[in-house]
Structures are given as structure tokens and as C-alpha cells.
């Protein structure tokens, strides 16, 4: 496979999964454009990569900063004809300390102590970011074609606890993906969605282990929950990605979400 005639934007490129999207589309021959609000991050991957890759500051909630980002990548390389919309994440104020409601517990921050402004962040991060980039970026591609990827997650599938603002947004990111697919199907754009299962990153490493290293509670429901009881490597998402990033290998999928999630999706704990 070879993606020399991709262009390539990518949101969120600075975080460990969409920068390791960037070096295998780059690997196969394509033009990565990594944008972040975290201009240094997004540049330290950028340069592993090589004259491929171009790092771009860009606030994905700005309309003017994804414009502008667009503006760099076209002069540089011309149209955009692939688009990977990673950027999104959850906050501490759209999130509960317990699992599940227990009335009268003093000093626990429950359903009832969330904070509005965490959640319409959420879901600002996630769904308005990937509406606003996808407007700026998918206007080159509706005359010559295109393929948009976004990033769903297990939450989509079966809510999570604790986190009900990211779960809801998740889902919506999946709807999202196929609202796209049906709208842009005359255009030639595809669009479809992975769906990570249980990965460790940045994000959520202090969740899933103590500071000694060893495993939290919920790590341990997760693999309990996960029949092939780990948690994904990074390298496991890359067949995918290649795979929906060929159009001759997948030029007739689209509006479809794909779990990667050693079986979480699946099984029903029984």
C-alpha cells in the first residue's frame, strides 16, 4: 500500500495514539499534517518523522485557528484529502468519584455535584471539535473525493462508569461518523470510525495503575471484562488504520464504527 498522493491532517497528533497514526501513514508514503493545541508535543513527533510531517498549532474549539491550520497545510501541500479527527478527552468536572449513587455519602463527589461547565467541555472537545474540523477540512474533498476517520471508544458501545459526559459524547462521536457517511456518499468522501478498547495512555495511566506501578481496582475490572485480559498496544490499532486508509482495500466501507478491543464490545460477563 501507498498514500503518496495523501494529504493528511490529523487532530490530537500530539497524544500517543494519533502521533503513532502519523508515522505509519507517513510510513506508506503520505503527507501528515499533526495539529495540537500543543504546539512542542505535536513538533517532537513531527520531527521523529521526518519532511513528511508538518506540526501546526491549532485550537480544534476555534473555527479561525482550524482555518488557519488549513491555510499552512495547503500552501505547503496542497488540498487535503484525509482527515483523522483524534482530538477529544474527558475532564475531572464531568466526572463522579463513585460508581454507582450512595445517598448521604459526605465528601464524594456524585452525580449531583458534576459541573455544568465540565460537561458542555466535553462534549466540546469531542463532538463540536470533530463538527468544526470537519467543516474546514472536508470543503477540499467534496469535488475530488476523500476518507475521514474519527475516533469513537468503547464508551460508545456500554457506558462506562464515573465518566457519563465522555460516554455520552463517545456515542455520539459514533453517530456522528455515520451521519457523515450518508451525507458525504455522493461526494466520494468515506468516513468511518475506530473504536479503541482498553489502551494505557497519557490520559488515563493514573487511573488504570497505583504510583507503585501495580494495578488500580478498575484495571482489574477491565481485564476481567476484556477476554483477551490485556490491554491493547498502540500497534494494535495500525491494521486498521491502514486498512480504512486504502481505498482499494476499503473503498466500499463506510459509516462504520470498528471495536479494537480484544473482545470488550463481545462478551456480556457471563
Given amino acids: ?124 472537545l469531542n463532538i463540536t471539535s470533530a463538527f468544526l474540523v470537519t467543516q474546514v477540512f472536508a470543503e477540499d474533498m467534496v469535488k475530488t473525493g476523500g476518507n475521514i476517520i474519527n475516533i469513537s471508544s468503547m464508551n460508545a458501545y456500554r457506558p462506562l462508569t464515573k465518566i457519563p459526559a465522555y460516554s455520552a459524547a463517545k456515542a455520539g462521536i459514533s453517530n456522528f461518523t455515520q451521519w457523515l457517511a450518508v451525507h458525504f456518499a455522493p461526494c466520494n468522501i468515506r468516513c468511518n470510525a475506530i473504536a479503541p478498547g482498553f489502551f494505557v495512555t497519557n490520559q488515563n495511566r493514573s487511573l488504570l495503575f497505583n504510583p507503585d506501578g501495580t494495578p488500580t481496582a478498575r484495571t482489574g475490572k477491565i481485564l476481567a471484562a476484556t477476554p483477551m485480559k490485556k490491554f491493547g498496544e498502540i500497534s494494535d490499532l495500525l491494521g486498521t488504520l491502514l486498512w480504512l486508509a486504502d481505498d482499494n482495500a476499503s473503498g466500499f466501507v463506510t459509516g462504520t464504527v470498528i471495536p479494537v478491543d480484544g473482545g470488550f464490545s463481545a462478551y456480556s460477563g457471563v
Fill in 1 to 124: 500500500m501507498k498514500l503518496t498522493d495523501k494529504v493528511i491532517a490529523i487532530t490530537g497528533a500530539g497524544g500517543i495514539i494519533c502521533s503513532a497514526f502519523a508515522k505509519a501513514l507517513a510510513e506508506e508514503g503520505a503527507k501528515v499534517a499533526l495539529l495540537d493545541i500543543n504546539e512542542e508535543a505535536a513538533r517532537k513527533y513531527a520531527d521523529e518523522i521526518g519532511e513528511n510531517a508538518l506540526a501546526i498549532k491549532c485550537n480544534c474549539l476555534d473555527k479561525n485557528s482550524i482555518i488557519q491550520a488549513k491555510k499552512v497545510i495547503n500552501e505547503k501541500w496542497g488540498k487535503v484529502n484525509f482527515l483523522i479527527n483524534g482530538a477529544g478527552g474527558n475532564n475531572p468536572r464531568a466526572s463522579t468519584d463513585n460508581e454507582t449513587m450512595t445517598p448521604d455519602l459526605e465528601g464524594v463527589k456524585d452525580f449531583f455535584a458534576l459541573e455544568e461547565s465540565g460537561l458542555k467541555f466535553v462534549f466540546d
